[in-house]
């Protein structure tokens, strides 16, 4: 009886596995390099259409070219939320971290950057 159900399952278990397989990209606000002086985390507030602002969790697109909106964190005395927009071309199976870069500790001005590009471990690229 118990392998009736195993085999039952199985199909259900592989569709799962096959949906996490697919092919997808993220975007992050998180730090990835902390030795970079000026560098900040940033909040997320949309990649295209796709908000993140309500969890700040990485949010996952399809590949293709979007403006990415970031608001600042709380800097050098400055309470945050200035918002800036980015034009990024987003690969498939790629993470990317993206950081505000100010001029010096007490500045509330910034530039949005690219702060580091990682391939996404067990996604499969289509083709």
């Not at 399952?9 to 902390?34: F, I, K, Q, T």
């Not at 100010?102 to 702060?115: E, G, M, Q």
Request: hydrophobic content about 35%; some cysteine; overall charge positive.
């Amino acid at each position: 009886m118990r392998s009736r159900w195993m085999v039952l399952a199985l199909p259900a278990v592989l569709s799962g596995c096959a949906s996490m397989m697919s092919s997808y990209s993220e975007v992050v606000g998180d730090r990835y390099n902390l030795a970079i002086v000026d560098r900040r985390s940033v909040e997320i507030v949309r990649v295209g259409s796709t908000t993140g602002w309500a969890n700040n969790q990485p949010i996952q697109v399809s590949p293709g070219t979007y403006p990415v909106v970031v608001a600042s964190r709380p800097h050098g005395g400055f309470a945050g939320g200035k918002q800036e927009t980015l034009e990024l071309k987003v690969d498939s199976c790629k993470r990317y971290y993206i950081n505000a870069q100010y001029p010096n500790p007490v500045s509330p001005d910034y530039r949005i950057v690219v702060d580091h590009v990682e391939t996404i471990a067990g996604c499969k690229p289509p083709g």
